[in-house]
Nanobody
């Protein structure tokens, strides 16, 4: 059974940084692209960042470019999201997902299979 567990969220102030982690168990995802999504209260889930199987191809939503960095450690079956210069509008539940592709990174959630439960990030002004 595939399980994704996110961690690293919390309550922070604007301008702070966080590093989110997503650890997978039940299978290896070293051959899959991975993605991070977020969902704010009352809003639809949105793509944040994605990374290819080997980390060489990354893609970010325009709203987070320059502040967010996605990375992965296939030996640890873990993907990370470094978030800098947090803003109140970054407040959301952040979830990771295993992609159906290897190299290509798509913002559409239909290109992802397994999902974690998410970790809450709350940014106060």
């Amino acid at each position: 059974q595939v399980q994704l567990v996110e961690s690293g969220g919390g309550l922070v102030q604007a301008g702070d940084s966080l590093r989110l982690s997503c650890a997978a168990s039940g299978r290896t995802f070293s051959n899959n692209a991975m993605g991070w999504f977020r969902q704010a209260p009352g809003k639809e889930r949105e793509f944040v960042a994605g990374i290819s199987w080997n980390g060489a191809n990354t893609h970010y939503a325009d709203s987070v470019k320059g502040r967010f960095t996605i990375s992965r450690d296939n030996a640890k079956n873990t993907v990370y999201l470094q978030i800098n210069s947090l803003k109140p509008e970054d407040t959301a539940v952040y979830s990771c997902a295993i992609g159906k592709t290897t190299w290509a990174v798509f913002p559409d959630s239909r290109n992802y299979d397994y999902w974690g439960q998410g970790t809450q990030v709350t940014v106060s002004s």
